[in-house]
């Protein structure tokens, strides 16, 4: 069973930073994407979006709130994917989660980002 650990959210100031890893277990990085997606207090559903995802090849795609600001990247020895959070603002405040797919449909917990204005 894969499993995916997310680490790193927390209580940031608006125009902060924070940098979300995803431990992804097993060897799926070789085969498999990684996004992450986010869930904002009050979304109808529990509605979750994606933020940035990044491929086998690298190649990467953000939502359009993430581009300039956001950046995922992965350390395929370390088996994580990071998303760099940079001038962060009271709208990014969410639980984070991150996601593998296609082989397979693994999430992770989610960890809670707070931004404070």
């Known amino acids: 069973q894969v499993q995916l650990v997310e680490s790193g959210g927390g209580l940031v100031q608006a125009g902060g930073s924070l940098r979300l890893s995803c431990l992804v277990g097993?060897?799926?990085?070789?085969?498999?994407?990684v996004d992450w997606y986010r869930q904002a207090p009050g979304k109808p559903g529990k509605q979750r979006d994606m933020v940035a995802q990044i491929r086998t090849g690298d190649d990467t795609k953000y939502a359009d709130f993430a581009k300039g600001r956001f950046t995922i990247s992965k350390d395929k020895a370390k088996k994580t994917v990071f998303l760099q959070m940079n001038n962060v603002t009271v709208e990014d405040t969410g639980v984070y989660f991150c996601?593998?797919?296609?082989?397979?449909?693994?999430w992770g917990q989610g960890t809670q980002v707070t931004v404070s204005s």
């Open positions: 097993g060897n799926i990085l070789s085969r498999n994407f």
């Open positions: 996601h593998s797919g296609p082989f397979g449909n693994f």
